[in-house]
Every structure is written in structure tokens, then in C-alpha cells.
């Protein structure tokens, strides 16, 4: 059974930093591009960023460029989505969700359950 739980969510003020994380298992997570989604209460659904197999490649949606860095730990099964300058409208259910490429921009047919992100002063 893949299974995905994202943690690291939270409270944090505008302009602050928040390391998000997500633990995959039942599936040989270094075969997969691995993928953040968010939903938020303004814009809805969005996809955030994408990681290839080993890294090697990242994409990014272009309001989060230069702001957010999309990471992997093959040797733990973990992905990582660093966010630092948070504005209110970062605010969202952030998702970890299991690409069906290698490389990335395939289908996203397996997400965990989110976690919280809250910007607010």
C-alpha cells in the first residue's frame, strides 16, 4: 500500500520559513518523481513543485520560484519542501503526491492526507 504522510505544517508570520516533509513507503520511492500540491481557500488547487527520481531535475510553479526548494532523501524516503518569505496567500492544505514517471510531470495518482500551513501575524 503507498502511503504518504506529510508533517511540518503550521503557524508562522509573513516572511517566515517552514520546512515541510513527507514520508512515502510501500513503493520503491527512489523509481518515482515525487510532487507538492496545495489547496487553499482563494486559488483552489495548485500544483507547487516537482522532483525527479534522484534530484536531478526540480520544477517549480512560477509564484513559488525563488522562494520555495523542492528536496529528496532517497536513503530515508523522504521529500522535503523548504518555503522561506511565506505570504498570507501561501496559506493551505499542502499535499506530498507520488508521480507515476521517473523524471516527472506524469500523473499524480497517490496523495497523502496534507498538512496545515497557516501565514498569519
Known amino acids: 500500500e503507498v502511503q504518504l504522510v506529510e508533517s511540518g505544517g503550521g503557524l508562522v508570520q509573513p516572511g517566515g520559513s517552514l520546512r515541510l516533509s513527507c514520508a512515502a513507503s510501500?513503493?520503491?520511492?527512489?523509481?518515482?518523481?515525487m510532487n507538492w500540491v496545495r489547496q487553499g481557500p482563494v486559488k483552489g488547487l495548485e500544483w507547487v513543485s516537482g522532483?525527479?527520481?534522484?534530484?536531478?531535475?526540480?520544477y517549480y510553479a512560477e509564484s513559488m520560484k525563488g522562494r520555495f526548494t523542492i528536496s529528496r532523501d532517497n536513503a530515508k524516503n523522504t521529500l522535503y519542501l523548504q518555503m522561506n518569505s511565506l505570504k498570507s496567500e501561501d496559506s493551505a492544505v499542502y499535499y506530498c503526491?507520488?508521480?507515476?514517471?521517473?523524471?516527472?510531470?506524469?500523473?499524480?495518482?497517490?496523495w497523502g492526507k496534507g498538512t496545515l500551513v497557516t501565514v498569519s501575524s
Open positions: 510501500g513503493f520503491t520511492f527512489d523509481d518515482y518523481a
Open positions: 522532483i525527479s527520481w534522484n534530484g536531478g531535475r526540480t
Open positions: 503526491a507520488k508521480d507515476d514517471a521517473a523524471v516527472g510531470r506524469g500523473g499524480m495518482n497517490y
